[in-house]
């Protein structure tokens, strides 16, 4: 709701009242502003106030503020009284608004008159009116498809069906905040709509959020749709959506599902990185052996980047090998070769004594350097003693630059006293 007014009419006799209303809603206390808004209407001496139309609103948003049966009926019925004592009240649209959360709250605490009231209002929002090829009344709509979140399946279901049904374009934001609240209903009902709505929706975004929340359905029909999203989706959004949701499903037949959009040539680049990412976020010899087999098959560089990053995410002994094979090969270009090293120096299977070896017997100058660097990533304590020792030993010295900068960037007490060393001759 947007907030009353402190006061615009200091010489109104009720000015003071709503003030003081006013103040009581910001301090958080919202029975008292109840009561200053119910006295401001009734009484008699505020019969002509400028304030008093819009003392029904407000009594019955403190009313629902401080929640519980009693107090939402009588915010109903204050809303009531507004509608007969003024029928061109300015912001109606509010008044239908704050309707619809009080009638979504009294039916979840079982008012069937409320219920009804909502159903029906719930129905007609389903409609899409328009004014002037404009959508009508579309604050309104939302609001009382959002309400319907809080009451149960048997009477939000049938409701929800009917703002699916509605294709027109006006409907698409409804049955997009729709779709969420389907998600929340748990029910072979609710995993059916959800499945319609992402394989016929005639909205993306709809589809997309459909797609989301299947990844929540945790059945073999519900993993089935999002497969056939993958097979056949043209948008890139929804085949994004599509491969998320294949990675959250626990059903074995999700990591075929990966496997197979990212070894697909044709499928867009964005969802193959995709599907190689959630792939390397799951455990396995299977998966490590698939990624190890896809990087040869790749052209595409930024695909094997997604293989190198996803098998550093295994700890593995093979994994580990198989980057440093990346690494030594200078049939690679050199950007992957940096690359494959630096997870291969991530990976706790490698030891550093391999590092140094592989160190030692490089021939190009450029990797030695990323080798340095990568030593200068490890937390080991030997870390310290393999960069001292480049620092001190190494012929080259640019190299021994670089060991000595990465040094500096260490409060290890030995690296401290190493450069104490150098700086003292």
């Known amino acids: 709701a ?3 007014p402190k006061g615009w009419a200091p010489q109104d006799p009720a000015d003071s009242l709503w003030r003081a209303a006013r103040s009581a809603l910001d301090n958080g206390d919202p029975r008292r502003a109840a009561e200053l808004y119910h006295r401001l209407r009734t009484d008699r001496r505020f019969r002509s106030s400028e304030y008093r139309s819009h003392a029904f ?9 401080i929640g519980g049966v009693a107090e939402l009926r009588s915010g109903m019925n204050a809303l009531r009284e ?5 029928p061109q009240f300015e912001n109606m649209v509010e008044v239908e608004r704050l309707e619809s959360r009080l009638n979504a709250e009294l039916a979840a605490a079982g008012d069937a008159d409320a219920a009804s009231r909502l159903a029906r209002q719930a129905s007609q929002a389903g409609r899409a009116p328009r004014q002037n090829g404009q959508c ?10 959002e309400s319907l979140i809080t009451m149960s399946s048997e009477q939000a279901m049938p409701l929800l069906k009917k703002v699916m049904a509605g294709k027109d374009e006006c409907n698409a934001l409804l049955r997009e905040k729709a779709v969420f609240i389907i998600s929340q209903k748990k029910s072979a009902e609710a995993e059916d709509l959800l499945l319609d709505a992402a394989r016929n929706d005639p909205s993306s975004e709809v589809r997309e959020q459909a797609v989301f929340w299947l990844s929540q359905v945790n059945t073999e029909k519900a993993l089935a749709a999002i497969e056939e999203v993958i097979r056949t989706a043209t948008d890139p959004e929804l085949l994004e959506q599509a491969v998320f949701a294949a990675s959250q499903h626990p059903s074995p037949r999700s990591a075929q599902i990966l496997r197979d959009i990212a070894t697909r040539g044709n499928a867009p ?3 193959r990185k995709n599907a190689i990412f959630w792939l390397g976020q799951s455990r396995g010899a299977d998966v490590n052996r698939f990624m190890r087999g896809l990087y040869s098959s790749l052209e595409d560089t930024e695909l094997k980047e997604a293989v190198l990053f996803a098998l550093s995410q295994n700890r593995d002994a093979a994994n580990a ?4 094979e990346i690494a030594m090969n200078e049939r690679e270009p050199m950007a992957m070769r940096k690359s494959a090293l630096f997870w291969a120096g991530q990976q706790r299977a490698l030891p550093l004594d391999r590092l140094g070896e592989l160190y030692r017997s490089m021939p190009d100058r450029e990797m030695r350097e990323s080798i340095i660097f990568t030593i200068s990533q490890r937390n080991e304590s030997e870390a310290i003693e393999r960069l001292i020792d480049i620092a001190r030993n190494e012929r080259d010295i640019e190299l021994r630059k670089t060991a000595i900068f990465w040094l500096g960037q260490s409060k290890d007490p030995r690296a401290v006293a190493f450069l104490g060393e150098l700086i003292g001759g």
């Open 2 to 4: 947007w907030l009353p």
């Open 57 to 65: 609103y407000w009594e019955a948003y403190a009313r629902q503020r």
């Open 82 to 86: 507004l509608r007969r004592s003024y």
């Open 136 to 145: 009508a009344d579309q604050e309104l709509r939302v609001t009382v498809v």
């Open 269 to 271: 680049q964005e969802a």
């Open 321 to 324: 090998d198989f980057l440093l």
